[in-house]
Each structure stands twice: as C-alpha cells, then as structure tokens.
T-cell receptor, first 111, second 112 residues
Framework: GENVEQHPSTLSVQEGDSAVIKCTYSDSASNYFPWYKQELGKGPQLIID?????GEKKDQRIAVTLNKTAKHFSLHITETQPEDSAVYFCGGGGGGNKLTFGTGTQLKVEL | EAGVAQSPRYKIIEKRQSVAFWCNPISGHATLYWYQQILGQGPKLLIQFQNNGVVDDSQLPKDRFSAERLKGVDSTLKIQPAKLEDSAVYLCASSPPTDTQYFGPGTRLTVL
C-alpha cells in the first residue's frame, strides 16, 4: 500500500511571505495527489490537486509541484495571509491505491 | 450544491456504550467513505462504499465497528462497544466518478 510522509509538522511564517510544505510517497502506481486545508472544528477542504501526468498546477496564490521520479510533491502558498493559518494535509493515491494522507502541517501566519 | 452532511456533530459516551453516526453524501456521488481522524494525525480510511456495496473495509475493526449504506445514498457507522481509543473525529466523504473526495464537517466522539 501507499505510505505518505509530510514535512514540516509545524510552520510559522510572517504575513506576506511564502510557505512550502513537502510530501513524499512510496508507491509509483499512485497518480493522484490532493491537498486539503482543515480549520479547527471543520472537515478537510480540498484546495488543489494534481495528477501524475502534470508537473505543476497553479490556482491564484496556491501551487503544487510534482516530481514523479523522486516521488515527492510540494504545496506552495505565496503572499500568505492570516486566514491561511490552518492544518494542511497532503494525500497520495489513485492508480489502484486508496487515498493515504500525511500527518499534517500546522501553518501559522503571523502578523 | 449542498455539501456532505453529518450528524451528530459531537457525541460523548462512556466506554462499552454504543454510538451511531449518520452521513448524507453530495447528491449523485456514488462513492462514500468513512475516515477516522485521531488528534494530530491525518484521516485514516475505515470503509469505502461504491453505491451500496463495500469496496474496501480492510482497516475497519470489524469486531466493534459496522457500517451500512442500504439504499446507496446515506450511510451509518456504528461502534459497539466503544473503547477509549475510539475517541476521534469521524469524517464522511463522497466522490463522483473521479478520485476527488469532498469531506463533511465530521463528528467528534469522546469516549470516557
């Protein structure tokens, strides 16, 4: 089965700075990699996803990059704002694998 | 479009009691998932339904957990009897015929 590792576990940035969260996966058959944002007391909300036939995807201030050879993918948030503060989870799956999540990154954007 | 609905939002029970959670997926989504999220961890899949059939229940503790989706729409997850280590948030998600999953708000279970 798939194993997903996520780093760092906590990340603190100043407002306006960029934040990068990295994940690695183990099964080369996986072809779908979503990122979720989870605010306190709420369910995970999909913010961006990428499939293995694409190397990069952007949506306004959010981007995800995928390196299939190295089996890692990253979430990039630019111009961070206080409302970006939350726990972010990466996931890996598809291609016959169920979706497996990383352990989460607590992002804190400080004023 | 309405999202995934779950109830109750919070539940406190004593160990050895039973509890049930309900989920209504997004209309038209054939696939439904139940996840367990322990504090400080990512969601862990318990069971996946495709319409009213089970696709994957390999991580469901079947001696105490059960789930059903009788009419291929809403679903219930039951724990009987509950243990202290079952304290967690139980998340329901649904997906159309793609890999994209949409989560509900979850039910926070506390077992005393």
């Amino acid at each position: 089965g798939e194993n997903v590792e996520q780093h760092p576990s906590t990340l603190s940035v100043q407002e306006g700075d960029s934040a990068v969260i990295k994940c690695t996966y183990s099964d080369s058959a996986s072809n779908y990699f979503p990122w979720y944002k989870q605010e306190l007391g709420k369910g995970p909300q999909l913010i961006i996803d990428i499939r293995s036939n694409v190397g990069e995807k952007k949506d306004q201030r959010i981007a995800v990059t995928l390196n299939k050879t190295a089996k890692h993918f990253s979430l990039h948030i630019t111009e961070t704002q206080p409302e970006d503060s939350a726990v972010y989870f990466c996931g890996g799956g598809g291609g016959g694998n169920k979706l497996t999540f990383g352990t989460g990154t607590q992002l804190k954007v400080e004023l | 479009e309405a999202g995934v609905a779950q109830s109750p939002r919070y539940k406190i029970i004593e160990k050895r009691q039973s509890v049930a959670f309900w989920c209504n997926p997004i209309s038209g989504h054939a696939t439904l998932y139940w996840y367990q999220q322990i504090l400080g961890q990512g969601p862990k899949l318990l069971i996946q339904f495709q319409n009213n059939g089970v696709v994957d229940d390999s991580q469901l503790p079947k001696d105490r957990f059960s789930a059903e989706r009788l009419k291929g729409v809403d679903s219930t997850l039951k724990i009987q009897p509950a243990k202290l280590e079952d304290s967690a948030v139980y998340l329901c998600a649904s997906s159309p015929p793609t890999d994209t999953q949409y989560f509900g708000p979850g039910t926070r279970l506390t077992v005393l």
